[in-house]
């Protein structure tokens, strides 16, 4: 098995590796769909190499790339919250290895044990902040006054 990912390091020790012992190592090809926008969330994935875009559906337009995961990135946030279906679409950018997770089983697991969950939950909402701050700064180059306002306005 892989060795366990940064991103799970926040994780105490026992709690680490009795998730790891759920992940399974999986490829994608370059160009595959990983997941659609609207489909149901049942599995996350933390990616080891390789590159992810994630997408938006435009209505009339080829969906919009939002933004680039790559090795050490979680792929996948919303099976932890309901409705459980995922906010936008995921395409494998370049050949991907990944390690996979079932979110029914991790969900028991956070069940089971607490500080586990409670560890694994903020780490996740980690994530989200970070990648809204991203998406924010995205939008604010693309929409927001020209000159360096973007810049201004992150700090």
């Known amino acids: 098995m892989t060795t ?18 759920l992940a399974l190592e999986t490829n994608f090809p370059a160009g595959a769909r990983i997941f659609e926008e609207g489909a149901r969330a049942d599995r996350f994935w933390i990616i080891l190499n390789g590159t992810v875009a994630l997408d938006l559906h435009v ?49 028991a697991l956070c069940d089971e044990d607490w500080e586990l969950g409670q560890a694994l939950t903020l780490r996740i909402a980690e994530v989200i902040a970070n990648r809204l701050q991203s998406a924010r700064g995205r939008l604010l180059d693309l929409y927001g006054p ?4 973007t810049t201004r306005l992150a700090r």
């Open 4 to 21: 366990v990912p940064p991103l799970l390091n926040v994780l105490p020790p026992e709690a680490r590796g009795r998730l790891m012992e």
């Open 59 to 107: 209505p009339g337009r080829r969906a919009a790339v939002v933004d680039h995961l790559g090795p050490g990135d979680l792929l996948g946030w919303s099976w932890l919250f309901p409705p459980r279906s995922w906010h936008l679409g995921a395409a494998a950018g370049s050949p991907v290895r990944a390690l996979e997770f079932d979110a029914v089983k991790v969900r």
């Open 146 to 149: 020209a000159g360096g306002a």
